[in-house]
């Protein structure tokens, strides 16, 4: 019933910037957190940043001060701006949401499908 539809992803050169977006739609009470999670060929899946209702925000070391992770509550979008990309971004992205459907059911984590990201010269 909940569904998280990204959009964004794509090739650029190394310096170059992304904006990722992440949209949940569905049956939702609230959204706890969202998140962003990345996974590289031959690494484990990483998360990249994550951000709370409140706007609270958390990021790997690997991208701060180059990332930025926001969220619109209305519309239940977060989103994920990379800058100053550099080879090792790329990866898989994936968007993660933890949500409550219901007012008295437990939350639960769901996962938008994966995008590339691919930073080449």
């Known amino acids: 019933q909940v569904q998280l539809v990204k959009s964004g992803g794509g090739l650029v050169q190394p310096g170059g910037s992304l904006r990722l977006s992440c949209a949940a739609s569905?049956?939702?009470?609230?959204?706890?957190?969202m998140r962003w999670y990345r996974q590289a060929p031959g690494k484990q899946r990483e998360l990249v940043a994550a951000?709370?209702?409140?706007?609270?925000?958390n990021y790997a070391d690997s991208v701060k001060g180059r990332f930025t992770i926001s969220r619109d509550n209305a519309k239940n979008t977060v989103h994920l701006q990379m800058d100053s990309l550099k080879a090792e971004d790329t990866a898989v992205y994936y968007c993660n949401a933890i949500v409550r459907t219901t007012l008295v059911a437990g939350s639960r984590d769901y996962w938008g499908q994966g995008t590339q990201v691919t930073i080449s010269s």
């Open positions: 951000i709370t209702s409140g706007g609270s925000t």
């Open positions: 569905g049956t939702i009470f609230s959204i706890l957190a």
